[in-house]
């Protein structure tokens, strides 16, 4: 065990994790030059059009170091971006140590923060990494005086390398040699074993990750999952060179890969404990905090009869990614379908793209909205996850809102565009500190204004120089209305919102004036309408298509024309009471579509 190094790299978004990663990958010889391309762990077509890192990954390197010995290095790559935080604190479960690189041309950024906090948690031994130091904007001593003042870590010995040309690469892996602890021993011989991820695979049904913290796991064991104490025969075993290795056994401190013919996607619990079924550990595992989403949004089927394709892929995709969650929901616009549970917006796009690219399904998504506390009138309290299940207004004594604590590092000269943006969407300023020429500060703002369209907002208001990251900060009570959308005085249960009261005009007119120019004209005109409870705050009128019954009316009293037309508007009128309005799937597509304006 002494000769394995079990870490992992974390940074904030485009700090050059990935790239790190190729270098490591290359010099310890996983791949062969002619094999190797860029960001070769980040093997979703998504992230490598969008140049994120969604899924960690894990790859096992052998690494002779300078003191002559071989060492097992077990190497995971973590996302950056906030949305995928889970993603990252659970791979730091599996690792006694971590790379943190930093970008020495932009320095100390808000998930370069929130990442360390993350392996602080972890009681990992944390190696600072300056990457890109071949930019001509790139200042080591000042970003090294950054991170000792803003994160509090000893820079001192901080590497300096180019991840790119793979320059100083060498003095990080003899670093991970010498600085990063190995595996402890556990006290018994039995097999523990941590279920780190899993994904589906179509050959060989359901791949497990696992990280052997004692005893060893063989081919043709009987293994008991801990959580649902369902037993299965190991079938294969095996690890990530970035290439699939199978072997014979995983022994304790190693990390790697197993196949048991697990049919059933509810059997595999992320953070459950594995063990030998004949001779079972008494050690359970405390596993993973569960995710908490924080945006929740309705996904529907285009075609109601991809409704069971739909439910399958969901399970397949939360077999992948456990930080989202789903439940069955119906809509009277738009029928069977499931209202799911993210950790951001990004995370919902994602999801949403990966349902389109992996699965061939055609979606519509709903508004997002986030959880409310509700107090009512007879003491009771509910949580409100669907704007349309909202009681009554004289059932309601109060709505309490969640509120989030927000760090924002921007240079000075857009620090005037944040705070007017931030105080936009109600916030309250908490602090404000200064390193170099760039600013922290710390809001506090509610969640529902930030889930819209704030990430755009600031990315435009700062050219992108802006870098975001936030944690929950409870509930707060606030004065929020929901605003419902009637099209022919017929409300759209998928289009209702919950707003505060001084923006549900505002949001009211700008989606009923998106929706004129979206539902088709038919014979009569459609009053399309935003409403809190009875009152009406806002409307627009898609006119009717207009027949010139005038037009074989040749002279004669005006009489003769009066009465045609009063005939036409009678019809008209018939109309409007009997017709249904059909919103074509387009427009609710193109009306929920965020951040436009």
């Known amino acids: 065990m002494k000769y394995i ?39 979703m077509d998504i992230e490598r059009e969008r140049g994120i890192t969604i899924k960690a990954q894990a790859v096992r390197l052998s690494y002779k170091a300078k003191d002559g010995y071989i060492y097992q290095l077990n190497l995971i790559d973590t996302p950056g971006h906030v949305d995928f935080s889970y993603e990252v604190s659970r791979s730091l479960t599996a690792c006694e140590g971590s790379l943190l690189v930093v970008d020495a041309s932009q320095g100390v950024e808000a998930q370069t923060l929130a990442n360390v906090y993350h392996a602080m948690e ?26 000792e003042e803003v994160i509090g870590l000893d820079a001192s010995n901080a590497i300096a390398i180019s991840a790119k040309t793979g320059q100083g690469v060498v003095d990080v892996l003899e670093a991970i040699v010498t600085q990063l602890p190995a595996p402890q021993k556990y006290n018994s011989d039995k097999l523990c074993a941590l279920l780190v991820d899993s994904w589906y695979d179509p050959y060989l049904g359901i791949v497990i ?39 014979e056994e995983l022994t304790e401190g190693e990390v790697g890969f197993i196949t048991a013919g697990i049919k059933e996607i509810s059997d595999c619990h992320v953070g459950d404990t594995i063990t030998n079924d004949k001779d079972p550990s008494d050690l359970i595992l405390p596993g993973f905090k569960p995710s908490v989403p924080v945006v929740f949004c309705g996904i529907f089927p285009v075609d109601s009869s991809e409704f069971d394709k739909l439910k399958e892929s969901l399970q397949k995709l939360h077999l992948n990614d456990a930080s989202f969650s789903f439940e069955t929901a119906t809509s009277v616009a738009l029928g069977f379908g499931f209202r799911c549970g993210f950790l951001g917006l990004l995370h919902l796009e994602i999801i949403q793209e990966r349902l389109d690219r992996e699965f061939n399904l ?93 990430y755009d907002k600031l990315k435009s208001a700062t050219k992108g120089y802006a870098s975001f990251d936030y944690v929950q900060d409870g509930y707060q009570e606030g004065d929020l209305v929901r605003v419902s959308i009637l099209v022919n005085g017929e409300p759209v249960d998928a289009l209702s919102m919950i707003v505060h009261k001084t923006k549900a005009e505002k949001r009211g007119r700008a989606l009923c004036e998106r929706l004129k ?81």
């Not at 190094?5 to 270098?23: E, P, Y």
């Not at 031994?125 to 950054?146: C, G, M, S, Y």
């Not at 508004?367 to 509910?382: C, E």
């Not at 009063?566 to 799937?585: D, L």
């Open 5 to 43: 190094r079990n870490f992992a790299i974390i940074a904030h978004i485009d700090h050059g994790k990935s790239t790190l990663a190729d270098r490591i990958i290359e010099i310890c010889g996983g791949l062969e030059k002619r094999e190797m391309k860029e960001q070769v762990l980040d093997s």
């Open 122 to 147: 972890a009681n990992h031994e944390i190696v600072v990494v300056l990457n890109k130091v071949d930019l001509p904007a790139a200042d080591i001593n000042a970003v090294k005086k950054q991170i």
């Open 209 to 247: 990750l696992v990280r052997i913290m004692s005893g060893t796991l063989s081919n043709g064991m009987k293994i008991r999952m801990v959580s649902s104490g369902k037993i299965y025969i190991v079938e294969n075993v095996g690890y990530s060179v970035p290439k699939k290795i199978m072997t």
């Open 362 to 454: 055609d979606i519509i998504t709903t508004a997002p909205s986030v959880v409310y506390n509700i107090a009512l009138t007879d003491g009771t309290t509910m949580q409100l996850h669907n704007p349309v299940e909202m009681p009554d207004v004289m059932k309601i004594a109060k709505i309490e809102e969640p509120w989030i604590k927000a760090t924002i590092i921007v240079p000075e000269t857009y620090l005037g565009n944040v705070l007017s943006l931030c105080e936009d969407k109600r916030g309250e300023q908490i602090e404000m500190n200064f390193s170099g020429n760039r600013a922290i500060v710390v809001y506090r703002l509610p969640l529902n204004e930030i889930v819209f369209d704030f």
């Open 517 to 597: 120019g979206l539902i088709p004209k038919q014979l009569f005109n459609i009053a399309i309408q935003a409403a809190i409870g009875g009152k009406i705050i806002a409307r627009e009128t898609v006119s009717a298509y207009r027949k010139d019954v005038l037009a074989k009316c040749y002279g004669g009293d005006i009489s003769r024309k009066r009465k045609l037309l009063e005939k036409q508007k009678a019809g008209k009128k018939r109309m409007r009471t009997f017709g249904n309005v059909e919103i074509p799937h387009k427009a609710f597509i193109e009306a929920l579509k965020l951040g436009d304006n």
